[in-house]
């Protein structure tokens, strides 16, 4: 079996720390040859010149693919687009377009979304407006169980559909635990001729609570086996991130055993156990022997 594809998503950092954090992590990262690596931009919106920022030095310096999220929030639909324009010219080619949280999302996660009154209303808009362009490849959110704004997973579904029709070509899903839920997604997304590539997000687990209160916001479950591994590991960071790593890897071994060959990590801008799950995946050999193949290539032309 072939190694799947990987890609990795990073947040911008707020101080120098953080920076450094993340240019560590980018490094190690980066050899296992992403098929993109995405930078998001705060969940309402905010942090859209770091993001910028991070954008124009993480093409520099790596040479990836780097695909920036675009959200509908707090913007009019001129400044999106300005925005988008101006990724264009700097070389980027795909986008991640989401609609995006509310502002205050983060602090009451029942604050309700309401479009600007000058910008797009949902992503679909967003991706019709991009896509006529025909200037980027794009990505979108997909839900497997539901978002939880939504009525359920039939609404979800025609949503995803709407923003297909509109363009999208590519699907990250948010993090999940239930493998049953996203098959049985899948299979839904394919009934319902949903015709775009739908690849799960894998969330690695730092901390419980954290992943708890990232479940809530986003309406994913977490399932009591999986509460239960954690149990009385507060101080134990150790076997924290060995069960996290266990945890990551059979799940995504079962998703590779129903076809599955293309994942994205969440990465909160730590390596350790996205490298670790990417290198019992194959990804890591992979990389390296198409390493190899490359620099064989190269020798040859030069004979030549």
Same mark, same amino acid.
């Given at each position: #079996?072939?190694?799947?594809?990987?890609?990795?998503?990073?947040?911008?950092?707020?101080?120098?720390?953080?920076?450094?954090?993340?240019?560590?992590?980018?490094?190690?990262?980066?050899?296992?040859?992403?098929?993109?690596?995405?930078?998001?931009?705060?969940?309402?919106?905010?942090?859209?010149?770091?993001?910028?920022?991070?954008?124009?030095?993480?093409?520099?310096?790596?040479?990836?693919?780097?695909?920036?999220?675009?959200?509908?929030?707090?913007?009019?639909?001129?400044?999106?687009?300005?925005?988008?324009?101006?990724?264009?010219?700097?070389?980027?080619?795909?986008?991640?377009?989401?609609?995006?949280?509310?502002?205050?999302?983060?602090?009451?996660?029942?604050?309700?979304?309401? @479009?600007?009154?000058?910008?797009?209303?949902?992503?679909?808009?967003?991706?019709?407006?991009?896509?006529?362009?025909?200037?980027?490849?794009?990505?979108?959110?997909?839900? @497997?169980?539901?978002? @939880?704004?939504?009525?359920?997973?039939?609404?979800?579904?025609?949503?995803?559909?709407?923003?297909?029709?509109?363009?999208?070509?590519?699907?990250?899903?948010?993090?999940?635990?239930?493998?049953?839920?996203?098959?049985?997604?899948?299979?839904?997304?394919?009934?319902?001729?949903?015709?775009?590539?739908?690849?799960?997000?894998?969330?690695?687990?730092?901390?419980?609570?954290?992943?708890?209160?990232?479940?809530?916001?986003?309406?994913?479950?977490?399932?009591?086996?999986?509460?239960?591994?954690?149990?009385?590991?507060?101080?134990?960071?150790?076997?924290?991130? #060995?069960?996290?790593?266990?945890?990551?890897?059979?799940?995504?071994?079962?998703?590779?055993?129903?076809?599955?060959?293309?994942?994205?990590?969440?990465?909160?801008?730590?390596?350790?156990?996205?490298?670790?799950?990417?290198?019992?995946?194959?990804?890591?050999?992979?990389?390296?022997?198409?390493?190899?193949?490359?620099?064989?290539?190269?020798?040859?032309?030069?004979?030549?």
């Amino acid at each position: #079996m072939l190694a799947p594809a990987v890609s990795f998503e990073f947040f911008p950092p707020a101080d120098e720390a953080g920076s450094r954090e993340l240019v560590a992590c980018v490094e190690r990262l980066a050899p296992l040859g992403p098929r993109l690596v995405s930078v998001t931009h705060g969940a309402d919106g905010s942090s859209r010149t770091r993001t910028s920022s991070w954008v124009a030095r993480l093409q520099t310096a790596t040479g990836l693919e780097v695909a920036p999220h675009l959200t509908c929030v707090g913007a009019t639909r001129e400044q999106v687009l300005a925005l988008a324009c101006e990724y264009r010219r700097s070389g980027v080619r795909h986008l991640v377009v989401l609609r995006g949280d509310p502002p205050g999302f983060r602090a009451s996660p029942t604050s309700r979304y309401q @479009p600007h009154p000058e910008g797009f209303a949902y992503a679909s808009d967003l991706v019709g407006s991009l896509s006529r362009s025909g200037d980027f490849e794009i990505s979108v959110a997909a839900y @497997p169980e539901g978002h @939880p704004e939504c009525p359920g997973i039939d609404a979800d579904i025609a949503n995803l559909k709407r923003k297909a029709e509109a363009g999208a070509t590519r699907a990250i899903t948010q993090f999940f635990f239930d493998i049953g839920a996203f098959l049985r997604y899948r299979d839904r997304c394919a009934s319902s001729r949903v015709h775009l590539r739908l690849v799960p997000g894998i969330l690695p687990i730092t901390r419980l609570p954290q992943l708890l209160r990232f479940a809530e916001r986003c309406g994913a479950s977490v399932p009591a086996w999986l509460r239960r591994r954690f149990d009385g590991l507060d101080d134990d960071p150790d076997t924290r991130r #060995m069960i996290a790593a266990h945890v990551a890897i059979e799940q995504a071994q079962r998703l590779r055993s129903e076809g599955v060959d293309e994942f994205h990590f969440y990465t909160l801008n730590r390596a350790e156990l996205t490298y670790a799950i990417c290198h019992a995946l194959g990804a890591a050999r992979a990389a390296s022997e198409t390493r190899v193949e490359r620099a064989s290539g190269a020798r040859v032309a030069q004979r030549a």
